[in-house]
């Protein structure tokens, strides 16, 4: 049998279903399922995925002549469902051409609608609709978008002018107009023509009047803008297979711009940016769907009780909101009522939050679209443990929901309560996506990528962002829009990157030639700080200091739920009590990676560590360290303290002796002085410790072996700080690890150095702690290798950083000069040192583990690399059996929601 290509969808019926969005997309999928439950959709068909491949490889010409037969039966069904005729010039059968993905790529592909008019049939579209204007509006609304999407007329850069813009823009400057509304049908008469001639003189060919050539043309223009730049950059961002393919929708049209009994919008079942669990929605009356995008006229919202909220937050008084801006519940009280049945029966059947999208043409409803709606990190965990509790969902489901990455959002900083009380708002806007941020202001989305680059915090301030855009607010710290609403633009895809959004600020004129942006008579200039909160939607000048985040008890239950099913433990890296006590609150069980090296940076430490590293001799060493034992022990101490009766690993000295000391002239006197020696004892001396390679130099146990007495020293300052907590009853638990082994010996000997320091302090203090001695392994050796090792370790650690470095031998300094290439070029999927390499450094992992516990079973690995906070390698850590993963303190919540979720998926 041929493949089946082509699905069909309508009054009732469907051959399509909710779970083959691989194969129609999601939005074909869900419009299957909503036809199938009995929710009123236009009837259509969906055009598979599979077929966008076969577009990429095959061509066109292909495609075309395979689908052919399909694609004529499918439209006859339209026509049989809705009593109209494609082609015909009297009734005409009109559709809509939409893409769909797998996963919603919001704005990435474009919509033609109104699709299969052209002269003559515009004239009986006004016949049987007795509406003229309207005819000749859905028409030129057509030939420019059809122009723009697929014949490609659209703007592309920042000076390219859309000609149909520069075109409406003189008939209506001409006619004093300044609302698309009050063109009259004359007028819009004249737009279709010079249209028409600006397609002409464009693209040198008439615009297609074959209501046939307009479908292929629009078929294969969704194909295309699976491969356009946009597309290509989201897919990158969001890990989306370039293999998904699009599928196409053809659908009926169906009319919001009949008049004032028709309309359109979008709604979500719950609230996006909260996750609090009430309808809300906007609408615009006498409007095609586009027009509530694009953010042009003032939405209106759909229940009376979040138009009232809605008047508050833009200080419009009530009378002012009842007589202008209306809910959907006072305007057509008999489609909310059927609005808010069918958006219950759509979450009772998907059974998560949905963003529709309905039309309601001359009094009747109809959804357009039905999807998992974006929302915040804030949102996302409340709706999760809401839909958990209301019986929704289980517990495992509750999980899956989360995304790990978009927990960060709740762990960011909002606003100083104290600076904030200070701060006088300039004006207020709708609070779009929560958050605060502060940042220097930038009108154009490319700039604020270069001042971003530059290490600058930018708020990028614009009239509404469009997908091109997508790039700069991504770098930006905020969004601000003089324009739009809840579900513009830029709304939407804040909330997906989960930066912080305020839109349609009051009051606020943006000039993006002058550069300013001028709030109640007030004038700000490019560069110039602003603040933005995303949560209450106020605007302030300057700057204000931010302060982290409280987590609330949703999100405390989604972590104690986490930890019910992760096998995996989370640790931090922490070398600060500060940033072990954030850890903890955040729920590290342990410190996976403290490094002492940082220590000794802090001003008293410096003086005698370099003492130490320029001294002659063992004894001038030794005196020098006995120096430091009682600085590093205090450190020790308040680490253990906050960790109580939590593991914490140390790492004795790690980095290479040279970067500890004074390279230059002056410095190098200095520390003569101190040390009461020559400057050019000390210029020698230094200039003996440089090293060609310092990466592959003398550092890590190659040092505590060529100078015992450091691993002495710090030996001796942990195990006294543990036995001097036990005193005051702090549990201590050390774990010490000696890093960069590469071979067996080079660990026996730093281990026998170790076991004998503390076999010496247990006797002087005549008391004893618990102690572990385990080693990292970082160099590829040590892996392949790790059934010596383990005979003699307690446990290793997977330094991913180093292991990575030395397993694809990039230096991780110098990677930015060919990586970004790499991973253009597709060698590389991803940036090996954020995203841990499976195939290669994983393997390695695999290997020493299984390894490691063929010689002692109880082994304990865990990792502490960056990897150890990055969802993708968390989930593969808990695959080759790693005991813990350890990660930056504020990556701790991530890494224990992957972990679950490894679990979970098995
Ligand atoms: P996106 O994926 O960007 O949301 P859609 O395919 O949903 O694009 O189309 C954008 C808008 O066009 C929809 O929100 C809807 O309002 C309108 N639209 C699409 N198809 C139809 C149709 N058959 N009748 C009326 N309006 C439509
Ligand atoms: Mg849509
Ligand atoms: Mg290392």
Known sequence: MEKKRVYTFGNGAAEGRADMKNLLGGKGANLAE????????????????????????????????????????????????????????????????????????PGMMDTVLNLGLNDESVEGIAKKTGNARFAWDSYRRFIQMYGDVVLGLKPQTKEDIDPFEEIMDEVKQAKGIHNDTELSTEDLKELVKRFKLAVKERTGNDFPENPWDQLW???????????????IFYRKMNNIPEEWGTAVNVQAMVYGNMGNTSGTGVAFTRDAATGEDIFNGEYLINAQGEDVVAGVRTPQQITLEGSRRWAKQQGISEEERAAKYPSLEESMPECAKELIEVQQKLEDYFKDMQDLEFTIQDGKLWLLQTRSGKRTGGAMVKIAMDMLRQGYIDEKTALKRCDPEKLDELLHPVFDKKALSAAKPVTRGIPASPGA????????????????????????????????????????????????????????????????????????????????????????????????????????????????????????ALMELADKYARMEVRTNADTPRDARTARNFGAKGIGLCRTEHMFFEDDKILAMREMILAKDEQG?????????????????????????????????????????????????????????????????????????????????????????????????????????????????????????????????????????????????????EYKIGTM??????????????????????????????????SRDDVAKFLPMYIDKGFLKHDPFAVLDQKGVGRLMRMAIQEGRSVKPTLKCGLCGEHGGEPSSVKFCHTIGLNYVSCSPFRVPIARLAAAQAAIEG
């Open 621 to 769: 060493r030794r005196k020098a360290l006995e120096k430091l034992l009682p600085l590093q022990k205090t450190d020790f101490k308040g680490i253990f303290r906050t960790m109580d009766g939590l593991p914490v690993t140390i790492r004795l000295l790690d980095p290479p002796l040279h970067e500890f000391v004074p390279h230059d002239e002056k410095g190098q006197m200095e520390m003569a002085k101190v040390m009461g020696i020559s400057y050019k004892d000390i210029h020698d001396r230094v200039e003996d410790l440089i090293e060609a390679n310092p990466m592959l130099g003398l550092r890590g146990c190659r040092l505590g072996n060529l100078y015992p007495e450091i691993t002495e020293m710090q030996a001796r300052a942990i195990i006294e700080a543990a036995l001097e907590l036990k005193k005051e009853g702090v549990e201590a638990i050390p774990e010490i690890m000696v890093p960069l082994t590469g071979i067996v010996h080079e660990f026996k000997a730093q281990k026998e150095i170790i076991e004998s320091t503390i076999k010496k302090v247990f006797s002087e203090q005549n008391d004893s702690v």
């Open 217 to 231: 043309g629009a078929v294969c223009a969704v194909f295309d803008s699976w491969m356009n730049e946009r597309a």
């Open 437 to 556: 941020a502060t940042g220097q202001i930038v009108f154009h989305a490319d700039e604020a990528e270069e001042w971003a680059s530059n290490g600058k915090k930018v708020i990028l301030c614009r009239i509404e962002t469009s997908p091109e855009d997508l790039r700069g607010m991504a770098t930006a710290q905020g969004i601000l829009t003089a324009r739009g609403g809840m579900t513009s633009h830029a709304a939407v895809v804040a909330r997906g990157m989960g930066k912080c959004c305020v839109s349609a600020a009051n009051n606020m004129v943006i000039d993006y030639k002058a550069r300013t942006l001028t709030i109640n008579g007030k004038e700000m200039k490019e560069g110039d700080w602003i603040s933005i909160d995303g949560t209450t939607g106020y605007v302030y000048e300057g700057k204000i200091q931010t302060q982290d985040a409280e987590l609330n008890d949703d999100f405390s």
């Open 777 to 810: 392994i970082e160099i590829p050796r040590a892996a392949l290798t790790a059934h010596r090792i383990a005979e003699e370790a307690d446990f290793f650690s997977f330094g991913t950083n180093d292991l990575t470095q030395m397993t694809f031998g990039y």
């Open 34 to 105: 909503m036809n199938l439950i009995g929710v009123p959709v236009p009837p259509g068909f969906t055009i598979t995925t599979e077929v966008c491949t076969e577009y990429n490889e095959l061509g066109k010409d292909y495609v075309v002549s395979v689908l052919k037969d399909e694609v004529e039966k499918a439209i006859e069904e339209i026509e049989r469902l809705t009593g109209t005729k494609f082609g015909d010039k009297d009734n005409p059968c009109l559709v809509s051409v939409r893409s769909g993905a797998r996963v919603s790529m």
